[in-house]
């Protein structure tokens, strides 16, 4: 059966250190694959999107990559801020329209 | 990004009765996913409804319990009908279009539903 798996413990870092998330899918060949970020009790907030002949992706202190083989993507914020605490999604493209499918995501904490 | 708004953004309900949620689009957008977010939980795709056809439920999911409508490109309404406690939940609207490579997914600002 198709399956995303995101890291479901939280993530603690120290502020300034590169917080690294991943999303893993089985059963799934996305055309594409998104993050986004969510503050509790707030609609996803679209980060970066990959495509599947692209391996990597920036945007300002975001790095996303993007391995079809190991169907894995890699999700990274470098020189992070207290700011950036908050629960990361990664959703895969899949079927008809390019419906978007989530993993459970992970929450981030940056301690200053 | 297309600037989407919904109403109400919360709601207190009681059981038995039915509450519609309305997703306008400040531009015209070709399709509209909507989602549910159960208390920690991830989003789950409800239906897709395009304009002037029926709309396309995901699995465990039915037009009876959840009727949507999609009268023109920048406006849709999902109604939770005979609701329960177990309705209780953030309910987004997603436009998307996909003229232009327009992958992006954006997001409503979505409805918090209690229902007692």
């Known amino acids: 059966s198709q399956k995303i798996e995101q890291n479901s413990e939280a993530l603690n870092i120290q502020e300034g250190k590169t917080a690294t998330l991943t999303c893993n899918y089985t059963?799934?060949?996305?055309?594409?694959l998104q993050w986004y970020r969510q503050d509790p009790g707030r609609g996803p907030v679209f980060l970066l999107l990959?495509?599947?002949?692209?391996k990597e992706k920036r945007k300002e202190r975001l790095k996303v990559t993007f391995d079809t083989t190991l169907k894995q993507s890699l999700f990274h914020i470098t020189a992070s801020q207290p700011a950036d605490s908050a629960t990361y999604l990664c959703?895969?493209?899949?079927?008809?329209?390019?419906?978007?499918?989530f993993g459970a995501g992970t929450r981030l904490a940056v301690h200053p | 990004s297309a600037v989407i708004s919904q109403k109400p953004s919360r709601d207190i309900c009681q059981r038995g009765t039915s509450l519609t949620i309305q997703c306008q689009v400040d531009?015209?957008?070709?399709?509209m996913f909507w989602y549910r977010q159960q208390p920690g939980q991830s989003l789950t795709l409800i239906a897709t409804?395009?304009?002037?056809?029926?709309?396309?439920?995901e699995s465990g999911f039915v037009i009876d319990k959840f009727p949507i409508s999609r009268p023109n490109l920048t406006f849709s309404t999902l109604t939770v009908s005979n609701m329960s406690p177990e309705d209780s939940s953030i309910y987004l609207c997603?436009?998307?279009?996909?003229?232009?490579?327009?992958?992006?997914?954006?997001f409503g600002p979505g409805t918090r539903l209690l229902v007692l």
């Open positions: 531009s015209q957008v070709t399709m």
């Open positions: 409804a395009n304009q002037g056809s029926e709309a396309t439920y």
């Open positions: 959703a895969l493209s899949s079927g008809g329209y390019n419906k978007l499918i």
């Open positions: 990959i495509r599947e002949n692209e």
């Open positions: 997603s436009p998307k279009t996909l003229a232009g490579g327009g992958e992006t997914q954006y």
């Open positions: 059963n799934y060949s996305p055309a594409y």
